[in-house]
């Protein structure tokens, strides 16, 4: 079995640039979640993209997007990158859409994204 | 909304005793919570979860206890190893919304 994978493993930008980051899910899961974890916090929720469709989203604006592709991997892109999108992007994959009861999601190792 | 916190941002234990993690969440109609580890350089990793039914779960050296009346759960580690060390969120969950993270404590094992 293989499980969620993600890259780059790090990655410098520039403000105003953008960024495109991907993640493959674990073989056998149809869904996956995006998260921002800031330096010392807990991750925060953006979106999750169930069966190639966003299937729920968080308090983040636009200019982040995402998609899914039919092999249910995932590229999660940030637009007009911000000093404050410095953090760990952490997607995670799960069996099938909605929420967590029943539900496990497999945390790949992340993204390290530092915006100068 | 729900805001899930943790008392503690560092926790230190000699190896063999029990660490005890705790967290505070707002959400009263949070009907679910989960505890993860998350090491140096790796993803969150799923340790044990908890429904609002319930006030006590155990796991494999891993308790959780849930009280409801004052929205507080904690997470006990017996007999604590040095691979124990690493951040500790608790995170939960209501209806439709997606887990809300408490911002994490670190856990430092002592040899």
């Known amino acids: 079995e293989t499980g969620v994978t993600q890259s780059p493993t790090h990655l410098i930008k520039t403000r105003g640039q953008q960024v495109t980051l991907r993640c493959s899910s674990q073989?056998?899961?149809?869904?996956v979640s995006w998260y921002q974890q800031a330096l010392g916090q807990g991750p925060q929720f953006i979106f999750q993209?169930?069966?190639?469709?966003?299937?729920g989203r968080g308090n983040f604006p636009p200019r982040f997007s995402g998609l899914q592709f039919p092999n249910y991997s995932s590229e999660l892109n940030v637009n007009a990158l911000e000093l404050d999108d410095s953090a760990l992007y952490l997607c995670?994959?799960?069996?099938?859409?909605?929420?967590?009861?029943?539900?496990?999601?497999?945390f790949g190792p992340g993204t390290r994204l530092t915006v100068l | 909304g729900e805001s899930v916190g943790l008392h503690l941002p560092t926790l230190s234990v000699q190896e063999g005793d029990n660490s005890i993690i705790n967290c505070a969440y707002s959400?009263?109609?949070?009907?679910?919570f989960i505890w993860y580890k998350q090491e140096s350089g790796k993803g969150p990793q799923f340790i044990i979860d908890?429904?609002?039914?319930?006030d006590k779960r155990q796991g494999q050296r891993v308790t959780v206890l849930l009280n409801k009346t004052v929205k507080h759960l904690s997470l006990q580690i017996a007999a604590t190893q040095p691979g124990d060390s690493a951040v500790y969120f608790c995170?939960?969950?209501?209806?439709?919304?997606?887990?809300?993270f408490g911002k994490g404590t670190r856990l430092s094992v002592i040899a």
């Open positions: 995170a939960g969950h209501s209806g439709n919304t997606p887990l809300v």
């Open positions: 959400n009263s109609a949070s009907d679910y």
């Open positions: 995670a994959s799960s069996l099938s859409g909605g929420g967590p009861i029943d539900n496990e999601q497999f």
């Open positions: 908890i429904r609002s039914n319930m």
């Open positions: 073989s056998g899961h149809n869904t």
């Open positions: 993209y169930y069966r190639e469709e966003e299937n």
